[in-house]
């Protein structure tokens, strides 16, 4: 993984976390996925909370001049899904995290936690 793709996974989390995102998880799926070289998979209590998350992600990476080249979900806010390229940040309400459990699906992945993913950085 490049250093320019572990800035991406720092900028994703902590814009997620600036709009109070929970359980911020970060999976590496490189070399498991040829869709992108990690997820970053995190909740949110409501519908509107998962809106403004997604929101600040674009807009605090757009500020670094990184374009999200793809969206899905913006309007039910139950699962937005913004495709950076290498990155890609999956924003769930609980219960849809609960129910579609992407850390069961990609179980190959190694996942790390927000702080991990940070120390791991440095």
Same mark, same amino acid.
């Given at each position: 993984m490049s250093d320019t793709t572990k800035?991406?996974?720092?900028?994703?989390?902590?814009?997620? @976390?600036?709009?109070?995102?929970?359980?911020v998880v970060v999976l590496?799926?490189?070399g498991?996925?040829?869709v992108a070289d990690f997820y970053v998979v995190c909740s949110a209590k409501s519908t509107i909370q998962v809106q403004a998350i997604a929101d600040n992600i674009e807009d605090e990476l757009k500020k670094q001049?990184?374009? =999200?080249?793809h969206k899905e979900g913006?309007?039910?806010?139950?699962?937005?899904? =913004?495709?950076?390229?290498?990155?890609?940040a999956h924003i769930f309400v609980e219960e849809e995290r609960? !129910? !579609?459990n992407l850390e069961r699906l990609w179980g190959k992945a190694r996942a790390m936690d927000? @702080? @991990?993913? =940070?120390? @791991?950085?440095?």
């Open positions: 800035t991406l996974e720092e900028m994703i989390v902590a814009a997620a @976390e600036d709009k109070k995102a929970t359980d590496n799926v490189d498991v996925s040829s001049g990184i374009d =999200l080249l913006h309007r039910q806010g139950r699962w937005i899904l =913004l495709d950076f390229g290498s990155g890609i609960e !129910y !579609y927000s @702080e @991990e993913q =940070l120390s @791991e950085n440095k």
